[in-house]
Every structure is written in C-alpha cells, then in structure tokens.
C-alpha cells in the first residue's frame, strides 16, 4: 500500500476516534441532567404494547403446534420468542421460518445433513465465510436463526417477493418447485 494511502487511512481513522472521545467527554456521568435522557432512550428499546400484544398473541397460537416436537414449555417460548425477532428483523412472516424449520430440521438444532447443513435452518457452512466470522457457531440455534432468516430474506429480494423461487434458492433446487411446496404446504396447514 502507498505510504499517501496510508497516511490517509491513520488521519481518518485518527479523526474518528478524537470524534468519538469528544462525545463521550462530553457525556454527563449519571447526573441529574442524564436521567431524563437514559428514560427516553430507555423507553425507545421498550415495545410498544401494539407489539407486545401481537407477539404473545401469535406466541400462544404457534405454541400447541411446536408442542409436537418441542415438549419443553421453556424451550418453545425461548425459541418462538427468538424466531419472532429474527423473522421480524429479516422482515419474513414468522409462521413461514416455522414451516422452514419443521421441513428442513423437524426443530432438531443438532441436525446435519448429507450435504453437511447444519442446525435448525439447515445452513451450509460456507454462508460463515459469507456473513459471519469464523467463530459463529451454526449448531446455535440463535445463530442458526440469525443466518437463516437473513439468507431467506435476501433471496426473497432477488426474486422480488417470489416465494417459491426465493424457497427453491434457499434450498438449492431453484427451477424446481417439490421443496417450496413442502415449505408452503407446512405453513398453510400447521402454521397458520
């Protein structure tokens, strides 16, 4: 790299710091002043009770049909409740990452398949390379997650909302349509 090009990236990198220093100085510490601006910041992350109530409504219905291959009360809600924010992140339905799910694992996070796809989602380990860091887990059922809403939300974006095509890409079988009728035909029936 050319000494400019590198003296360039210190002076940037230099300026974000004495930035991010002047903020920071800046900040009363737990002062009066401060509390009124931790309690706005604080009630920002709270939800709304809009979306509290539609998440324990769609929690208390998912509930009895995850019942079937989670037994565990504790287990279900901890997974529903992470699957709701990662499907919501991603911006997918929550109940179509279920029927993904109950396709492509049956809810086992220890699953491996032929192709050596890994967890709840089924991720290949090539998408860490992809996405994550080295030391990202796929056998996590919330990293799992993470990586499979966001690999579905983007194939959902490159074919443009086409649920089938997005599914069959997901799957690896794009330009045929038996996997994404499995999924749609696990949402419609034991999802929705």
């Known amino acids: 790299m050319p000494l400019g090009a590198l003296a360039w990236r210190f002076r940037r990198v230099r300026g974000w710091?004495?930035?991010?220093?002047?903020?920071?100085?800046?900040l009363p510490i737990a002062s009066a002043e401060s509390a009124p601006l931790r309690q706005t910041l604080d009630a920002?992350?709270?939800p709304t009770p809009y979306y509290q109530r539609q998440f324990q409504q769609w929690r208390s219905r998912m509930d009895a049909p995850l019942s079937r291959f989670i037994r565990e009360p504790a287990a279900r809600h901890a997974l529903l409740t992470r699957l709701y924010q990662e499907a919501r992140l991603a911006g997918l339905?929550?109940?179509l990452v279920l029927s993904l799910i109950q396709v492509e694992s049956a809810f086992k996070a220890d699953a491996i398949s032929s192709a050596g796809a890994v967890g709840l989602m089924?991720?290949?380990p090539f998408w860490v390379e992809e996405l994550g860091l080295p030391?990202?887990?796929?056998s996590d059922p919330n990293r799992n997650l993470r990586y499979g809403c966001t690999i579905l939300a983007h194939y959902l974006a490159v074919e443009r909302g086409?649920?089938?095509?997005?599914?069959?890409r997901y799957n690896g079988s794009l330009g045929e349509t038996w996997y994404p009728e499995r999924v749609l035909k696990a949402w419609r029936d034991?999802?929705?």
Do not use: C, E, K, Y
């Open 135 to 138: 030391m990202d887990n796929l």
């Open 190 to 192: 034991d999802w929705r």
């Open 44 to 46: 920002a992350h709270q």
């Open 162 to 168: 086409d649920f089938t095509r997005a599914l069959a």
């Open 17 to 26: 710091v004495l930035a991010g220093s002047l903020i920071i100085a800046a």
């Open 122 to 124: 089924q991720i290949m």
């Open 93 to 95: 339905p929550p109940d």
